[in-house]
């Protein structure tokens, strides 16, 4: 089976950064995947990481170690349209994709 | 491009009827998902699908059916609704089945 665990909730402040972590125990590992999801909109891709260690892409950067099952997703110099929330999602052995409940992030002024 | 597009965007539908939930996607990619997403649960997989002709069963399949008779169209089907799949349903696809997925826009179905 597989089990994803991930904050609720975390508020931060408009410039700061959030780190969101996501813990995984899962019977296969084929790379973990963070995704960001407006209210009321559909999940869109953000980063993908596979080997241990860190992924930046612009002002997101996600952290992966597969050993102690931990990865984060770092969010840099928050602005206002950032508040969402963040699925963590690992894809097991057989390609098929498992979603912790996710985090919603509020950034306020 | 459209991507992938969900129809309808929004129903309720009293329990008991057959409704189909479509989906159709325009990148060519061979595999395609179905998930429902309900609060404080995250996305399940219901049924997925790896090249047209061929499905298989995720994590919550039961009371959903599906079919993958070409490329483009996944739809999703619930023989007879029961209010436990009040739930919005997100289409999804993917180039393989090692890469990203894209999501549709989303299926909000409520069952009375």
């Known amino acids: 089976g597989q089990n994803i665990d991930q904050p609720t909730e975390m508020t931060a402040t408009e410039g700061a950064i959030v780190q969101i972590n996501c813990t995984y125990q899962?019977?296969?590992?084929?790379?973990l995947f963070w995704y960001q999801q407006h209210a009321g909109e559909a999940p869109t891709f953000l980063s993908y990481n596979v080997l241990d260690g860190l992924e930046e892409k612009g002002r997101f950067s996600s952290f992966l170690s597969r050993s102690k099952g931990y990865s984060y997703l770092l969010l840099k110099e928050l602005q206002m349209k950032d508040s969402a929330s963040y699925l963590c999602?690992?894809?097991?052995?057989?390609?098929?994709?498992?979603f912790g409940a996710g985090t919603t992030v509020t950034v306020r002024a | 491009i459209a991507g992938i597009t969900q129809a309808p965007t929004s129903q309720i539908l009293a329990a008991g009827r057959r409704m189909t939930l479509r989906c159709t996607q325009d990148?060519?990619?061979?595999?395609m998902y179905w998930y429902r997403q309900d609060l404080g649960l995250g996305l399940r997989l219901i049924h997925y699908s790896n090249t047209a002709g061929t499905t298989g069963k995720g994590e919550v399949p039961d009371g959903y059916s599906v079919s993958r008779a070409n490329t483009d169209d996944f739809p999703l089907t619930l023989a007879s609704a029961v209010p436990s799949q009040t739930s919005v349903y997100f289409c999804a696809s993917s180039e393989g089945d090692s890469g990203e997925q894209f999501f549709g826009p989303g299926t909000r179905l409520t069952v009375l």
């Open positions: 990148m060519r990619h061979n595999a």
């Open positions: 999602a690992v894809r097991d052995d057989d390609y098929k994709l498992s």
């Open positions: 899962t019977s296969g590992f084929n790379g």
